[in-house]
């Protein structure tokens, strides 16, 4: 089974506006660590955003946001005010336990911010 | 922050010959390292768990003799892609635990392209 799932494969919005992008995932083990990842056209694997699942308030960090709704096991992304250079891959991954090893990531979408 | 490099972060051969790509954390020691491969337009999928001082852990159906895991001191591991062949053409990310929780760090990729 899926362990972590990404809906959309890929997503437009207009500049300045926001987007959500979906994550729903899948485990049994108390302890798990949510992240998102940006990875532009050059490769590289750009840490975003990370929420514990301890973490009692949704994680921010500047225009990104992770709406965490643990009884649905999801962890949208939402990025407030896009920008042209936001176009990129973006992948929810998780950790399961949050102090272990395990580290496994969705299949990713490809967001496509229009001018 | 933390750095995590790779290097070299392209590299052509010949079918046939071994390839070894460093991972290196610059400012923090890392007791482990992973190792990905992304195919184009695909996620990331874990290889191998490289632990300092011991041997790696291999993901089901990664060929062991075929990629090498060298794990040899607190900053370096290496992967050694040997008698390579065209369908071994991907691109290779590794990454690095931080010592805080959430703390994952990715170096810049390797595309590899055998001929």
């Known amino acids: 089974a899926q362990k972590i799932t990404q809906t959309q494969p890929g997503m437009f919005v207009q500049e300045k506006e926001a987007v959500t992008l979906d994550c729903t995932y899948d485990?049994?083990?108390?302890?798990?660590?949510l992240f998102w990842y940006k990875q532009p056209s050059s490769g590289e694997m750009i840490f975003l955003i990370y929420?514990?699942?301890?973490?009692?308030q949704n994680a921010t960090e500047g225009r990104y946001s992770l709406n965490f709704q643990k009884a649905r096991k999801s962890a949208n992304l939402v990025i407030s005010a896009s920008q042209l250079g936001d176009s990129a891959m973006y992948f929810c991954?998780?950790?399961?336990?949050?102090?272990?090893?395990?580290?496994?990531f969705g299949p990713g979408t490809r967001l496509s911010v229009l001018p | 922050g933390a750095v995590v490099s790779q290097h070299p972060s392209w590299v052509i051969c010949k079918s046939g010959t071994s390839v070894k790509i460093e991972c290196r954390s610059l400012?923090?020691?890392?007791?482990?390292m992973f190792w990905y491969r992304q195919f184009p337009k695909q996620s990331l999928m874990l290889m191998a768990t490289?632990?300092?001082?011991?041997?790696?852990?291999?993901e089901q159906g990664v060929e062991k003799d075929k990629f090498l895991i060298n794990h040899a001191s607190l900053t370096l591991s290496t992967l050694t892609v040997t008698s390579a062949h065209p369908e071994d053409s991907s691109f290779y990310i590794c990454?690095?635990?931080?010592?805080?929780?959430?703390?994952?760090?990715f170096g810049e990729g390797s595309r590899l392209t055998v001929l």
């Open positions: 991954a998780m950790r399961e336990p949050d102090y272990g090893q395990n580290f496994v």
């Open positions: 490289s632990n300092e001082g011991s041997k790696a852990t291999y």
């Open positions: 929420q514990g699942s301890y973490d009692q």
């Open positions: 400012d923090f020691q890392a007791t482990t």
């Open positions: 485990t049994s083990d108390p302890s798990y660590g």
């Open positions: 990454s690095a635990s931080g010592q805080y929780p959430g703390e994952l760090f």
